[in-house]
């Protein structure tokens, strides 16, 4: 059984920064097809960095620039570094791996002005 345990949310203002960590554990063995989405209140569930099926990194237009996802093979876990947070990045953030299926539980990222 496969599980996502993220950790590193908080309240920051705008401008500063933040690093999440998705850990995974259980029958999972690469981190290839993991990453980070986030659904703000009243709009759906998106996408903001993943590693894709060959490895490869794919951003949301949004996040350019700004967030950078990476990886620890060794551990199965996937950090997304978050740099110049703007308000509209407010979100629950969550892990995702796409091979299993499987969520993490979310974590709260709020961003004030």
């Known amino acids: 059984q496969v599980q996502l345990v993220e950790s590193g949310g908080g309240l920051v203002q705008a401008g500063g920064s933040l690093r999440l960590s998705c850990a995974a554990s259980g029958s999972i063995f690469s981190t290839n097809a993991m990453g980070w989405y986030r659904q703000a209140p009243g709009k759906q569930r998106e996408l903001v960095a993943i590693?894709?099926?060959?490895?490869?990194?794919k951003y949301a237009d949004s996040v350019k620039g700004r967030f950078t996802i990476t990886r620890d093979n060794v551990k199965i876990t996937v950090y997304l570094q978050m740099n110049s947070l703007k308000p509209e990045d407010t979100a629950v953030y969550y892990c995702?791996?796409?091979?299993?299926?499987?969520w993490g539980q979310g974590t709260q990222v709020t961003v004030s002005s």
């Open positions: 995702y791996a796409s091979r299993t299926g499987i």
């Open positions: 590693f894709t099926s060959d490895g490869n990194t």
